[in-house]
């Protein structure tokens, strides 16, 4: 046997070795409410049924408990306190900035003439008067290559997080399959408590006792829903009154406080409350008449008649006590009452006052309550009940009760008519006075509390305090929760008597009620209970008397409590009395004169009597021996019997029972008889019901019954379900002897338990847990079940002799001792089969069994472990442990379940959870039996019953695998199935020998993988299964020391030795390799784990829809290795390595699934690492930035950055399935674990020997993780909360704003029209989940306090960092191996290429502090290589780290100068090209300072000084030129900041902005990278405010700039030929021709050098440029640019991008045909500045472009309020008008503005070309507004005075262009005179008549409103009476004849036009305009009637053929320009 270290050992002990038993049984004692079980009378020898239903109801729970449980979970409980235990990490984007509001000083406008060269140098600001910051410590100090490594990672393991998912969001419940949840404890079941307390009755006068009774009753089901509560608020004195009739008191009838319970709450449940008061003469009224009309304080005379009442009132109580007549009732609907007061539900939670263990549940989902699905679908409103604020009601309508209306019908119909009209119908008359009672709602049981069998509740009050009652509820229907206490209970209800026809004088009538146990007098049992104030318990009780009633009705309630053993000799009594009211005067004695009697016995065949019954009365005296017959069918006496009205019924009663020992069920009551008949101490024949049955005959029918059981109904069945299930149980189990032969009931048993089985899980009653598993038989498995006692010989079965066996007494199994198991464990993981150290065995049996490892684990019996191979054939070694004839439960149970057949099969498998439950629990049992006499864990159990067991398994198998090829439609069942196996193994797994139960699993394996079934299913199926067994507690063990004897490799991580060797043999680089992969021979060692990562890696490269596999698959993997990171057991690092080691082959696989990774995540923001500006909207258009750059220029590592995903996702090869945002996290944070945790000399080979593609993989793996965990801030995490519900919002929301907000117009309709597509697109994956994990913090977030926002802030930025710490970890590790490695120098970029990636995320202090001490030690290792090779990633480096200069964090700041001084001076020292260092550094701060809006100049001053400080500090480097050198640099940086500071002035006004960048980017026309860099920041800038086309224009500018310089170096066909080729895209593109050679050559160091200037770089901007005029809207454009791009992809011959080129451009001709005229492009306005303020923009008009909608209103406001800070608001004024402006009018010390809408303008020959609505907004530079005038000199006035100017303005350039204003530098203008004016205006309006009408789809409302404007009667200068001004006679000057003409042609046109518009209007009409129609009609008919003499008379000169006409010259009208006609007029 190979001996394992003594390290691994070691490991053993810490993983907890195997105990020797996982489950433990253990007894539970009940929890039960009362202080004692209610249990029956003592001394009394109960009937079988009865001792079994209390000792069912009294006996401990068996519960089988794991003892390991939750090692893995409980951890996650420990989240709570957490935060409690992290550090604070610092963002920047946390940081607030200190300055936060600068006073906006006036921008100095002077200087900002386009042409005036670049007089923006700063004024030199001395950096020398600035402290520098703190340097680094020993920055240069350290002495070698691995001293500097060390000392870094010394310094990154400090202060980590061991528990990487402590720091995650736990994972979606939703998958959570392992958890099985404990059904709740039986309990006695109650609805919603509610406590009445009972505080006042009043009446006008107080003059006689009162006593109230008070009982609910639900108005909808016509029904009493509880039992009577008696209470009475007498005085002392009254009581007094009623001495001789209540010797003694009792406590428990002082209650005044009583608790109701609902179960079904309904809107109409009514307390209805009855007054009584002692019998008196007289009728109800006469008693009540004082009560109405007496006060008590009237007068003195009142004062006697109240005297003179109350001494009546004595007399009667002291003659008449015991006798009580109705008075009045009450009533009150507490469902208004709640309603009214309920409160927020939040409260109801019962728990918050509970405490106790269910604190998190809400007390509704605690219990399976009403266990009724019905119960859910009540309306929510009323489901309130347990929650209301207290309340105390009056009730002040006492209703008198009337004689005749006395029963419960007669309640329910005055409640009915109440509830209609809130009064009675009849009058009924009222009692003055009121009652008033307190009502609130119970979570705790009061103190004194008592049940209603009067046993005080938990809690007990220590002193002698008024007793509450609980009040026994009748619900209105049924409840299905069985049986839990004893309780035996009777409810008679006297109904009415009949006594109309006797002619005596009976007429004040009242019944004696008794129960009697005998004839006897004294046989009456005092069981009644009593009412208030009096005795607890009755031996008789006199119902209410109505007076002179000879058939009264009764409202009494007698409420009994049955002894637990009835005889035919108890039944209940009644006497009729008449009661004389008034002492007569020679009567001194008893007032009640005897009428008669009745009976009722209380068993009939042995069954309880219950339900209506109508007896007749037996006059005299009762014959002997009547209790033993019913009176209807006593047989003839001796002495005949005086029956009254012979014999007839005149008597009705109801009784009820409510009792948990009488089933009063047919089927239950003849089953469990005859079941005891069996048990013996019956005597034959039997009787059941009216039958006999013969001892023969019982084996037939005992099977009839047990079959019948299913069928009885499903009340009684759930409430004896217990006792049925147990009673089963226990025939399955016993061998019957009847008659001398041996009954097998067996089978039939096992049918009947599979039926109940089977209609409890149909019924639409119940409900069920999410594992579909019925609530009922989960508790009833849980808590009830326990073995049935052993079968006892049944010799003597007729004799009653069966005692049951002495009970089994559970105790916990002591362990095994650790030491002994673990070293057996491990000897079992054999290192090699050839191994010389195992002993050979000769014995037969051990060949067969060839997991038995070695001789010595014979002799240690329950310590050995099977190991997992090919089981063969186990032999029962030890030979068999018990006489073979004791019938075991489980073997039993499993031989039936295999030998079942038909429905019975189908069942007992489609609820295998039920058997699978039941076998595990009796066998957990009978192991704990075993374990008393320690039998060897193998021979447990027999072979025989394993044999079954894997046949059940094979079934079951095989049963899923039907399900899934045939039904689809119960995948669903299928699913729960395959959990109920899997929980079934997995409970296997701690009971039988391992070894086995891996067999199962294996023919699982192989059974599900053999289906024809669609692949996701199945693999969905395995991955559930898989998931439940690997969450069992000793999964590690089983996993890492379990391993199967194949040879295994010779050590798990390679020595040092071999490490250091520098030449590791081949097979070794393999086999590290291999670790990392799926093998065999992993596969084999570890079983489970490779079944669960073959799953994994199957579901990655499947298709499914929506990802659910992908999600499935990773989810159970993230929460394996959660409950391991969280498990006390894994604490030390070596423990994680080990299992860390176990996963290595799923880094594999998720480096292989690289490509399906969602980086969504990432998505919501771009550009600088600052989260949450206005500008990072959700819909933003990701700018440009670096990384996609990377990926432009076609990197060797395509370090994919956020936004080129999109594209590169459908480069790849095959369609992919991206995962979900939230399933990628997990499937990262796996990754991270295994890194974090794994051993790291392992990890460094396995780069080492990796090849390079892989390696690649690795790298873009890691560059996702950064992104991906990523800290999204405080401040952004409400943002990311919005963005879920803004995407469904959107839609709806884009309209009305573009509607209705002014300014939201801006962008709305531009991105409706271009912006939407891509972002959908992107997320388009995302949207198949509802509960994607934003979407659910998010609807939380609204709640959320600030501490829980910040603990939610603090625990994500710890994740963050240490996410990224451990990605920085693992590329150290790779780097420190590169010495290793052959290719380093792909390698070191790829690295650092991560890193500065990991730079570009928001990162916090701790984790940019070790990522800058690893950047220099890059450049301290690697410098050459890096400014040689990775020139690109140079600039990069360079950006970030001057980035990092402006933080306002002064760690980052100090971490960042250190860096960038390391950089300057290892370019000088080491690579001397401190040039391209400079131009770098010189780039990327002008592009950091263009892009950024929130730059923090003084920082970055601050940071430069400090780098000066280095330079003037580093000894070394004095004598060189390097600290002169960096003085210029600096001095460089200095002077563009100052630019910075200027451009940070015009920050609010976007046009100066831009304008001064336009003219910084022309400053460095001679230097085309800087230019370029401008360029960008432009774009970057246009971007931000969503000017999309401006950006676009931008970058094609770049690129055109880029083409210039391509075309010098190179001269290819493909390229474009400098910037002419982009004139198509824009005329303006020009102005990038090269300056001439002599300036600049591109050879020249340093320049051109950029990414950019190469032929990738040219695609990547032109690409940019297409995705941006794609998102405004300009489709065309992207065309042309595609035009310039397609050639260079055709020439690389890169066919994947053509085809996504192409793909695009369809889209983009798409989008113009499906948009058609709805596109939107700019609006333009002219805008004037005058005044000397503006410096010079004095006197200068530029057109602004503005986007579509834009309204006059808004830009005058924005610019208003710019131009108001600046000089002040009285200063600034606003011209209203279009009017030039005269500069002599305006105030010198003021400045205005004037704003003019204007719109393009071209002459007709460009109409020619300009076709489309697109032509029609490109290219733009002529623009024209009008300006109405008069000659006097006001704007308008009337028809024949009014002018109007036309302006037309040229501009300097064409829209558009980089900026979005340009300066206006010519202006023609011409006038029209009235006559054209009207021309022009009726043009306008036949054009748009004859628009509306020819519209495709014609809007009626559109039209009529023309028609109205046009044919209208009364519309003011209306056509008529432009006709009646120019028409009504022609004009004298000649000049105007044509004028004159053409405007009687534009008549005659329009006429016809209006004629057209009223002929469709009539189409287009509903029918309630007919009237209206025919109104137009009338108008244009009039209208064309008055017109008609002007439009026919034609100017006859005009008509004189003066030449022949000429062809061309036809349409001289239309060509005809304005001017000429001025020319004419003049």
Request: proline share 5%; charged share 25%.
């Amino acid at each position: 046997m190979s001996q394992l270290t003594s390290g691994e050992s070691a490991l053993m002990q810490e993983l907890g070795d195997f105990p020797d038993d996982d489950l433990k049984v253990e007894q539970v004692e009940k929890e039960c409410r009362t202080v004692r079980h209610s249990v029956p009378e003592d001394g009394l020898e109960l009937d079988s049924h009865v001792s079994d239903c209390v000792k069912s109801y009294t006996q401990p729970w068996v519960v089988v408990t794991r003892r390991c449980q939750g090692d893995g979970w409980s951890a996650y409980s420990e989240r709570a306190g957490l935060h409690k235990l992290l550090r604070k990490q610092t963002f920047e984007s946390d940081v607030q900035p200190e300055d936060t509001e600068k006073p906006v000083k006036s921008p100095t406008l002077a200087g900002l003439t386009d042409d005036s060269g670049r007089t923006l140098t700063s004024s030199d600001f001395n950096l020398r008067c600035l402290t520098p910051d703190q340097r680094v410590e020993g920055l240069l100090a350290y002495s070698s290559h691995e001293e500097l490594d060390r000392f870094n990672q010394e310094a990154r393991q400090g202060n980590r997080h061991p528990e990487l998912f402590a720091l995650y969001p736990p994972a979606d419940e939703e998958d959570a399959v392992e958890i099985r949840p404990i059904p709740d404890c039986p309990k006695e079941h109650i609805g919603d408590r509610i406590l009445f307390r009972c505080q006042a009755i009043k009446f006008e006068i107080d003059i006689e006792p009162i006593f109230a009774t008070m009982a609910l009753y639900d108005l909808k089901e016509k029904k009493k829903i509880s039992e009577n509560f008696y209470c009475d608020l007498n005085s002392e004195q009254f009581k007094n009154f009623l001495k001789p009739h209540t010797p003694h008191v009792d406590q428990s009838t002082l209650a005044r406080s009583a608790i109701f319970s609902i179960t079904y709450p309904s809107p109409d449940i009514y307390l209805a409350i009855k007054l009584e008061k002692v019998l008196q003469q007289g009728e109800i009224s006469d008693c009540a008449d004082p009560y109405m009309t007496l006060r008590e304080c009237d007068s003195a005379k009142n004062k006697d008649k109240l005297e003179k009442l109350r001494g009546q009132a004595e007399t009667f109580c002291q003659r008449l006590g015991r006798y009580r007549m109705p008075l009045g009732w009450a009533t009150v609907n507490i469902m208004d009452v709640i309603s009214t007061a309920a409160i927020d539900r939040d409260v109801t939670d019962s728990d918050s006052l509970k405490g106790g263990k269910s604190s998190s549940i809400d007390r509704r989902a605690q219990f399976p309550r009403r266990n009724s699905e019905r119960y859910s679908t009540i309306d929510d409103q009323f489901l309130s009940i347990s929650a209301f604020k207290p309340a105390t009601i009056t009730i002040s309508t006492i209703f008198k009760q009337e004689g005749d209306r006395l029963s419960d019908e007669d309640l329910l119909k005055f409640l009915s008519e109440i509830k209609k009209t809130s009064t009675p119908q009849r009058r009924v008359k009222t009692i003055p006075g009121s009652i008033k009672l307190d009502m609130s709602p119970v979570h705790d049981t009061p103190l004194a509390c008592l049940s209603t069998e009067l046993i005080p509740l938990i809690p007990v009050a220590e002193k002698n305090i008024r007793p509450v009652k609980e009040v026994l509820e009748f619900p209105s229907s049924e409840v299905y929760v069985p049986h839990n206490i004893y309780r035996n209970l009777l409810f008679v209800y006297p109904q009415r008597l009949n006594f109309v026809n006797r002619l005596t004088s009976a007429r004040n009538i009242t019944i004696k009620i008794q129960f009697m146990s005998g004839e006897d007098p004294a046989c009456c049992l005092p069981v009644i209970f009593g009412k208030s104030n009096g005795a607890e318990f009755l031996s008789e009780v006199y119902t209410p008397v109505t007076y002179h009633n000879k058939s009264p009705d009764f409202y009494e309630e007698v409420k009994l409590a049955l002894p637990a053993r009835l005889t035919e000799r108890h039944h209940l009594l009644f006497t009729f009395y008449h009661i004389s009211c008034q002492q007569k005067q020679n009567q001194s004695g008893s007032c009640e004169t005897l009428i008669g009697y009745s009976w009722l016995p209380m068993l009939n065949n042995d069954r309880l009597q219950a339900g209506q019954f109508c007896l007749p009365i037996v006059l005299e005296r009762l014959p002997v021996n009547y209790s033993l017959h019913t009176p209807e069918k006593l047989p003839l006496q001796a002495q005949p019997v005086k029956w009254m009205e012979s014999h007839k019924g005149l008597f009705n009663l109801e009784i009820q029972a409510v009792s948990s020992v009488h089933t009063q069920d047919n089927h239950l009551e003849r089953f469990f008889t005859l079941c005891y008949a069996l048990e013996g101490g019956a005597t034959f024949p039997l009787r059941v019901r009216e039958e006999k049955i013969p001892e023969n005959k019982l084996e037939h029918e005992l099977k009839l019954s047990i079959i019948s059981l299913s069928s009885s109904s499903l009340e009684p069945l759930v409430l004896f379900l217990h006792l049925v299930l147990d009673k089963l149980f226990t025939l399955i189990m016993q061998p019957m002897v009847i008659a001398g032969q041996t009954a097998n009931l067996a089978q039939i048993a096992f049918e009947s338990v599979v039926s109940i089985v089977n209609s409890l899980h149909n019924s639409q009653e119940l409900i069920r847990d999410q594992q579909g598993r019925n609530s009922l038989l989960a508790t009833y498995l849980y808590w009830v079940f326990s073995l049935p006692d052993p079968p006892q010989d049944m010799q003597n079965a007729g004799s009653g002799s069966l005692m049951p066996s002495a009970e089994i007494r559970y105790s916990t199994m002591g362990r095994a001792t650790a030491a002994t198991v673990g070293s057996m464990l491990l000897n079992s993981r054999i290192r090699s089969s050839s191994n010389p150290d195992i002993t050979p065995h000769s014995s037969a049996e051990d060949a067969e069994v060839k997991n038995i490892l070695s001789a010595k684990a014979h002799n240690n019996p329950g310590s050995r472990m099977s190991t997992y191979g090919e089981v063969t054939n186990h032999q029962n070694s030890t030979g068999s442990t018990r006489p073979s004839n004791r019938k075991q439960f489980h073997e039993e149970l499993a031989l039936q379940m295999v030998v079942s057949t038909g429905v019975c099969r189908e069942n007992a498998y489609k609820y295998a959870w039920f058997f699978f439950e039941l076998l595990v629990k009796s066998m957990a049992q009978h192991v704990s039996h075993l374990d008393k006499h320690s039998v060897p864990r193998r021979s447990r159990f027999s072979d025989r019953f394993k044999d079954d067991i894997t046949t059940i398994v094979s079934v079951v198998t095989a049963e899923i695998g039907t399900i899934l090829v045939k039904q689809h439609k119960e995948v669903e069942q299928a699913e729960k199935v395959n959990i109920s196996l899997a929980f079934f193994l997995y409970d296997l797994l701690s009971l039988m020998d391992r070894g086995f139960v891996f067999q199962l699993v294996k023919n699982y394996c192989n059974q599900m993988s053999a289906k024809s079934v669609s692949m996701p299913t199945l693999i969905s199926m395995r991955l559930e299964f898989l998931r439940i067994l690997c969450s069992h507690e000793h999964y590690l063990n089983l996993s890492l020391f379990f391993s199967s004897p194949a040879s295994a490799p010779a050590s798990p991580c390679p020595s040092i030795s071999s490490q250091s060797s520098g030449s590791i043999s081949f097979q070794e680089q393999q086999r590290i390799l291999a670790l990392f992969d799926l093998s065999p021979e992993f596969k084999q060692q570890h079983y489970l784990t490779g079944l669960l990562l073959t799953e994994l890696s199957a579901a990655l490269d499947m298709e499914s829809e929506g990802g659910k596999v992908q999600r499935k698959a990773i989810n159970a993997i993230y929460s394996l290795l959660c409950s391991h990171d969280l498990d006390h057991r894994c604490i030390k690092p070596e423990v994680r390595a080990k299992v860390a080691a176990l996963y290595l082959s799923l880094v594999g696989i998720i480096i292989d699934s690289t490509n399906y990774l969602d980086f969504t995540v990432s998505d919501t923001r771009g550009g600088k690492n600052k989260t949450g500006g206005p500008e990072d909207d959700l819909e933003n258009v990701p700018p440009i930035n670096q990384s996609v750059a990377m990926a432009i220029a076609g990197n060797p590592f395509n370090t994919l950055g956020r936004n080129v995903l999109v594209s590169m996702a459908s480069m790849q090869g095959k369609s992919v399935a991206t995962l979900a945002a939230d399933t990628s996290r997990h499937l990262l944070v796996c990754f991270l674990w295994v890194m974090k945790n794994a051993d790291r000399s392992l990890i460094q080979r396995w780069t080492v020997d990796m090849p390079p593609s892989q390696l690649n993989k690795l790298l873009e793996l890691l560059t996702i993780c950064v992104s991906c965990f990523e800290y999204r801030g405080k401040q952004s995490s409400d943002k990311v909360s919005t963005q879920a519900l803004q995407k469904s919002q959107q839609a709806k929301l884009q309209l009305e704003e573009a509607l209705l907000r002014g300014m939201g117009a801006r962008g709305e309709m531009m991105k409706r029209v271009g912006g939407m597509d891509r972002t959908m697109g992107q997320r388009e994956h995302l949207r198949w989940r509802k509960d994607l994990t934003q979407w659910r913090q998010t609807n939380d977030r609204q709640d959320k306090t600030k501490a829980e926002l910040d603990q939610e802030a603090l625990i994500s930025g710890n994740l963050a960092t240490e996410a990224n710490l451990v990605v920085l970890d693992l590329l150290e590790t790779i780097v420190q191996a590169v010495p290793l490695a052959d290719c380093k120098d792909s390698v070191v970029g790829g690295v650092l290429k991560v890193l500065l990636h990991s730079l570009t995320c928001n990162q916090s202090t701790t984790f940019l502090s070790h990522t800058f001490s690893t950047l220099r030690a890059l450049v301290v290792k690697f410098g050459d290589l890096l400014f040689e090779e990775e020139a690109e990633q140079c600039a990069d480096l360079c950006q970030k780290v001057l980035q990092y200069c402006s933080s306002p964090v002064d760690e980052n700041r100090s971490q960042a100068c250190a860096t960038l001084y390391l950089i300057m001076r290892y370019s000088y020292s080491n690579a001397s090209n401190f040039s391209r260092v400079k131009m770098q550094v010189t780039m990327s701060l002008a592009s950091l300072v263009g892009k950024s809006s929130d730059f923090q100049e003084e920082y970055l001053r601050r940071s430069l000084r400090t780098i000066l400080a280095y330079a003037e500090e580093d000894t070394e480097m004095q004598n060189t030129q390097l600290p002169s050198q960096v003085d210029e640099l600096l001095r460089n940086l200095n002077s563009i900041l100052s630019d910075t500071v200027k451009m940070r002035e015009f920050q609010e006004d976007p046009e100066m902005l831009m304008d001064l960048m336009y003219r910084i980017a022309k400053g460095y026309q001679t230097s085309p990278d800087l230019r370029l860099t401008w360029l960008q920041n432009m774009a970057e800038k246009h971007n931000n405010r969503k000017c999309y086309t401006e950006s676009a224009m931008c970058l094609v500018h770049a690129a055109a700039l880029v083409a210039e310089y391509l075309s010098m170096l190179e001269d290819h066909k493909y390229l474009p030929v400098g910037s002419v080729t982009f004139q198509n895209i824009s005329p303006n593109v020009l102005e990038e021709s090269a300056v001439s050679d002599d300036i600049l050559s591109p050879d020249e160091d340093g320049v051109c050098s950029g990414r950019y200037f190469t032929e990738s770089g040219l695609v990547g901007l032109l690409e940019q440029a297409a995705e941006l005029f794609s998102n405004g809207g300009l489709y065309e454009a992207v065309n042309e640019v595609y035009k310039i791009i397609v050639p260079i992809l055709e020439a690389h011959r890169d066919f994947r991008k053509l085809a996504s080129t192409h793909d695009k451009l369809q889209r983009a001709f798409d989008n113009i045909i499906k948009k058609g005229h709805k596109r939107m492009f700019g609006t333009y306005f002219r805008v004037g500045f005058y005044g000397a303020k503006f410096g010079d923009l004095d006197e200068r008009e530029f057109i602004y472009k503005e986007p579509a909608i834009t309204h006059l209103p808004e830009i005058s406001h924005r610019l208003e309020n710019f131009y108001s800070q600046c000089f002040g608001e009285d200063t600034l004024m606003m011209i209203k008008d279009s009017t030039p402006v005269n500069r002599k009018q305006l105030n010198p010390n003021k400045a205005y503005i004037q704003i003019t809408y204007v719109e393009p303008f071209f002459d007709d020959y460009e109409m020619k070309d300009r076709l489309t609505n697109f032509e029609k907004n490109f290219n733009l530079r002529r623009f024209m507004y009008t300006t109405p005038f008069t000659k006097s000199g006001r704007p308008r006035g009337e028809l024949n005075e009014q002018y109007k100017r036309k302006t037309i303005l040229t501009t300097m350039h064409a829209f558009p262009y980089v900026k979005t204003r340009i300066n206006v530098i010519q202006k023609e203008e011409f006038d029209l005179t009235p006559i054209e004016v009207a021309i022009e205006d009726m043009q306008k309006k036949t054009r748009e008549l004859a628009v509306a009408t020819h519209r495709e789809q014609p809007d009626a409302k559109m039209l009529q409103m023309l028609l109205q404007g046009s044919v209208g009667a009364t519309v003011n200068q209306g056509p008529l009476e432009v006709a009646q001004v120019f028409l009504n006679e022609i004009p004298a000057d000649p000049k105007l004849f044509r004028h004159h003409n053409k405007l009687r042609l534009c008549f005659k046109e329009f006429i016809m036009r209006c004629g057209e518009a009223v002929e469709k209007n009539k189409h287009l009409i509903t029918s309630d305009q007919k009237e209206y129609q025919q109104e137009l009609k009338k108008n244009h008919s009039r209208l064309r009637e008055s017109l008609r003499p002007m439009l026919e008379r034609k100017i006859p000169e005009l008509y004189k053929p003066i030449i022949r006409p000429r062809l061309e010259n036809r349409d001289s009208f239309k060509r005809l320009s304005f001017r000429r006609a001025q020319e004419e007029n003049s």
